[in-house]
């Protein structure tokens, strides 16, 4: 059994009964001192900026939710948006990072920027001040920090998301600190969580805990100046994060120089090379099919394949970060879609019994520049090899407008969003920057139910 389960059956069994009288009087021995303590702080600075920050949410400010235009306090606005942004792991990433950027920047800076009235172009100034904090933070730790099993989206993203706030809300040079460090206490999520929900509440609470370390700081909470410096020791092997930032803000910038990366497929990026190179051969000769193959070796840049975790799936959030599944609805459909995620269709007694076909090896090496090889060996004998490097959809080879409105148009109707819904978000493509984000939003989200 594991940890998990061992602990749950505790939890179950454990009852008043079991638990000697005098633990139970220890126990009731440490309420006593805590509620003492609490009130004993309750005009420290601390306390007073805590309630004040607590009280504003009696009358909060309020931001949409994107799905159905209701309104909630930004905390909650931002979580839920940071959930349904990336429960479907279709959301860009960027290579350095090994995660998600806009998902942690967005909800945070639209809940925050629609309450405060902030123009477009602030909102798209201040992501690009998120990126570059994720990405120099990223070239310094991420690659280390990721193969211990940390999720970068949750744990290096918030950081970034607490700086894109900082930079919009204008916070003095101790404010910025402040909101970094109160960033920097709530930075968690594990890798574990991959091909569970606990994956995507893990990018929702980058959302909510950046917009309370905003509104926190703003109110003079404040945190060491170092804590940044110490989470390289924390998170990671402790290499000097100052070299990193010494040129924060040289041309190119990091959204130029590192780029965004777009997926064209809703699962784990990770399997995203594999997939492209299936569907060219699958493209390319008409009798590669699910039943024609009768082995599979990808080999990839070292650490390329990290969060494909699951070689035998069962259920569509865990299909999502399995390397074999990948392949295996490829060959089988032609491509790998919204549908291709749902329990009946990775249960597919085809599709299982071609699992156990896929074989997955890291090369020696770095894991940039990164790559990937396929070795297929055919039932008729014939064996096909492709090599991949540029991945469509990367900053080498960017989807265009219209092929990103594409997947815009399936992400809707995917979602239930009336007909024509496409059109509305195409306001974000050509909206003045001097309008408000929050009539920007106005305009190109639909009107859903």
């Not at 290096?156 to 101790?174: F, N, P």
């Amino acid at each position: 059994m594991s940890a998990g389960e061992l602990i749950a059956d505790f939890l179950a069994e454990l009852a008043p009964a079991l638990v000697a009288p005098e633990a139970l009087e220890t126990a009731r021995r440490t309420m006593l001192d805590t509620l003492a303590v609490a009130i004993a702080a309750r005009h420290e600075p601390a306390s007073l900026i805590s309630l004040e920050y607590a009280n504003g949410h009696i009358a909060p400010s309020m931001a949409r939710v994107w799905s159905n235009g209701g309104l909630l306090p930004l905390e909650l606005a931002a979580f839920i948006n940071g959930v349904m942004g990336h429960v479907l792991d279709y959301d860009d990433v960027t290579s350095p990072m090994r995660g998600h950027p806009s998902v942690a920047l967005w909800p945070a800076l639209l809940a925050v920027g629609e309450a405060r009235g902030v123009t477009l172009a602030n909102l798209l100034t201040a992501y690009v001040a998120g990126f570059e904090v994720i990405c120099r933070i990223s070239h310094a730790v991420a690659a280390d920090h990721y193969a211990r099993g940390w999720h970068s989206t949750s744990t290096i993203g918030v950081i970034g998301a607490a700086a894109a706030l900082a930079h919009m809300a204008r916070l003095s040079r101790e404010q910025c600190i402040g909101a970094l460090g109160l960033a920097i206490a709530q930075s968690s999520g594990t890798r574990q969580n991959f091909g569970g929900m606990a994956k995507s509440f893990q990018a929702g609470h980058v959302g909510s805990a950046a917009v309370r370390a905003l509104l926190l700081a703003e109110r003079g909470f404040t945190a060491p100046a170092g804590t940044l410096d110490a989470f390289s020791t924390l998170y990671s092997d402790g290499r000097p994060l100052g070299e990193h930032f010494e040129t924060l803000g040289t041309q190119p910038l990091e959204i130029q120089a590192s780029g965004i990366e777009v997926k064209k497929y809703p699962m784990c990026y990770a399997a995203h090379r594999a997939i492209d190179g299936i569907i060219d051969l699958r493209t390319s000769n008409s009798d590669v099919e699910l039943g024609a193959v009768q082995q599979i070796t990808v080999t990839g840049s070292h650490g390329a394949f990290a969060p494909l975790i699951y070689d035998a799936p069962q259920s569509g959030l865990e299909a999502k970060f399995s390397l074999p599944y990948g392949i295996a609805t490829a060959l089988a459909d032609g491509n790998v879609g919204f549908c291709s995620f749902n329990d009946a269709a990775v249960r597919r007694p085809e599709i299982q019994s071609f699992l156990p076909l896929v074989r997955k090896q890291e090369a020696e090496g770095g894991l940039f520049p990164r790559w990937v090889e396929l070795d297929i060996h055919l039932r008729d004998g014939r064996r096909l090899h492709r090599r991949i490097d540029d991945l469509r959809g990367s900053a080498k080879l960017p989807l265009s407008d219209m092929e990103l409105l594409d997947k815009a148009r399936d992400c809707l109707t995917f979602g239930g969003a009336p007909p024509g819904s496409e059109q509305r978000l195409c306001h974000i493509l050509r909206a003045s920057l001097d309008q408000p984000g929050a009539a920007l939003l106005d305009q190109c989200l639909p009107h859903v139910s």
